[in-house]
């Protein structure tokens, strides 16, 4: 008689999948589900400096687009054909070969649009040490988006007290906090968003002095003008176009763009412990809100990306794949 067998246990591995590469904004049409695979819930034992996830929340974010032919080869890409989607999530390790990470660990950093993922790459990873706050705001306000709000302010735009700043896509996961910094900096803050209902919580929910929905104005200078009589110190942009042309007409003498294109966020990981310093007792504190509009279900991912290109998102959007 031989060994006894050792039966490894495998499951089911729902996926969300990409037709192809895609130009422009992502459409529903162009990912699939499946359920037609399964997964090992142990790392192969090959398998080095690894970690096998239990995906928990998926995030839907604007870089998420398609991209040119040339930047195929980039760290990521998000669509691929017939590779499931990539992007920023909230994991729990179920499985390391890694020695940073073990069994159990919470971790937000770019994962697959699946329930269980094996994650080769780690670099991306960070581990969640604060759990007193929902594990979604780790795809938002305490993750990529967060940090990139933090660093564009904060190093980019050095604002100080009084300045007057604007921001596009105010109600989204970066212009949402990049107004309560500047409110609690002492600055007079003032937002655009694409519908009434998002200016309403600019004003009320998160405290900026005066808010207004772009897609009601027609004359963008003469809006800015009437909001800022003495123009603008902090301009932090997030649409370019007309609303960035606008705007330039309307800086002050020494004033400062944070062109959201010009700077990556990859290169201030290293200030993520001191943004997490700020920012912890903020939340706790209530000084910070946020709005998260989550939908449960892989399946339903691919409607909400698509959302937030067409600004249907009533809130940063997340997508609840599993509970820890
Ligand atoms: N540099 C970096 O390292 C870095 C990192 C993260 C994010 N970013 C960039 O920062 C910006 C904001 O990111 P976010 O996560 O806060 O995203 P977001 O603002 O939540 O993006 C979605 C919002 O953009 C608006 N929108 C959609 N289509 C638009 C269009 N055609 N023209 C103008 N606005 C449109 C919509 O809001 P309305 O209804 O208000 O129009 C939508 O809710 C994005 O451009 C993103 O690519 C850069």
Known sequence: MGEPKVVEEKVRNKKVVAKDYISGNPKETDMYLTTSSTISLKLPSDLSNSV???????????????????????????????????????????????????????????????EYSVLTSTDSLFKIEHTDVPLSYYTGLLGMPGMTAYVGFYEVGTPKKGDYVFISSAFGAVGQLVGQLAKLMGCYVVGSAGSNEKVEILKNKFGFDAAFNYKEEYDLDATLKRYFPEGIDIYFENVGGDMLEAALLNMRRRGRIVRIEAFTVFDYYHLYSEFLDTMMPYIREG?????????????NGPTALEGIFTGRNPGKQVILVAQE
Do not use: Q
């Open 52 to 114: 096998l996830v239990k995906n928990l929340y998926l995030s839907c974010d604007p870089f998420m687009r398609g991209t040119k032919i040339s930047d195929r080869n980039r760290l990521f890409n998000t669509f691929a054909p017939d590779a499931v989607i990539t992007g920023y999530g909230v994991c729990k390790v179920l499985d390391s070969s890694h020695p940073n990470f073990k069994s159990g660990d919470l971790v937000w950093g770019v994962t697959k649009w699946e």
């Open 287 to 299: 000084k910070v809100s946020y709005v998260e509009a989550i939908v449960e279900g892989l399946e």
